[in-house]
């Protein structure tokens, strides 16, 4: 597996990150590329788009390749709570289109609390 991270990039204040995986075993054999963008706005929202491909090959199954890019949305609601929301659209043998959306509550908050 191999995988570069920009943790920011100049003059667009972007996070890339790109993986690269080949895998060969007694099972099946493939590899697997994926690409992300993200960003955070003031630390409440922050936004992704993640891309890339998968091809697997084994006695049990054809040679298969699958697409994919997902898009996530989250953001704060106050110190605990958050929303998030996401879309993943997967093209090949079994295609889908999925909607994810989350309302979730955060334990680890960095806020000090008055005693």
């Known amino acids: 597996m191999y ?16 993986h690269y995986a080949r895998f060969n075993s007694s099972f099946g054999n493939g590899s697997y590329r994926a690409f992300s963008l993200s960003r955070n706005f003031l630390d409440g929202l922050r936004l ?16 298969n ?12 609601l106050g110190s605990h709570y958050f929303v998030q ?20 509550y955060r334990f680890d908050s960095k806020e000090r609390r008055h005693e």
């Open 65 to 76: 390749r699958y697409r994919f890019i997902t898009g996530n949305v989250e953001t704060n």
């Open 3 to 18: 995988g570069i991270t920009f943790g920011r990039l100049p003059w667009l204040g972007l996070r890339a990150d790109a």
């Open 48 to 63: 992704e788009v993640l891309a890339g491909d998968q091809n697997f090959a084994s006695t049990f199954t054809s040679n």
């Open 85 to 104: 929301g996401a879309y993943t659209a997967n093209r090949g043998q079994l295609s889908y289109d999925q909607w994810m959306f989350t309302i979730g």
